[in-house]
């Protein structure tokens, strides 16, 4: 069973910045696609970025030039950087496999972007 552990969200002006880490346990990380995803009140959860084990990254259009993700296989994490922060950002942020998840979901991370 995988463990799923979100960090580095906060509370940020609009157009700053934030890093946020995955950390993976419990299962093998290397083989699968990872993703970062986001789920605002109200909102359906959804995929904005993904990184294939080969390092090929995706990028929803809503955060495309602003965010990037990085993972490092060899300690089962996974980055994302954000930067040009939008009110609309703000969301709870959760790792998973993607585009399929894995029905274990961490307790994800809160980012909040408000002047």
């Known amino acids: 069973q995988v463990q799923l552990v979100e960090s580095g969200g906060g509370l940020v002006q609009p157009g700053g910045s934030l890093r946020l880490s995955c950390a993976a346990s419990?299962?093998?990380?290397?083989?699968?696609?990872m993703g970062w995803y986001r789920q605002a009140p109200g909102n359906q959860r959804e995929l904005v970025s993904s990184?294939?084990?080969?390092?090929?990254?995706y990028y929803a259009d809503s955060v495309k030039g602003r965010f990037t993700i990085s993972r490092d296989n060899a300690k089962n994490t996974v980055y994302l950087q954000m930067n040009s922060l939008k009110p609309e950002d703000t969301a709870v942020y959760y790792c998973?496999?993607?585009?399929?998840?894995?029905?274990?979901w961490g307790q994800g991370t809160q980012v909040t972007v408000s002047s």
């Open positions: 990184m294939s084990v080969s390092g090929r990254p």
């Open positions: 419990g299962s093998i990380f290397s083989p699968y696609t």
């Open positions: 998973n496999k993607a585009p399929s998840p894995w029905n274990q």
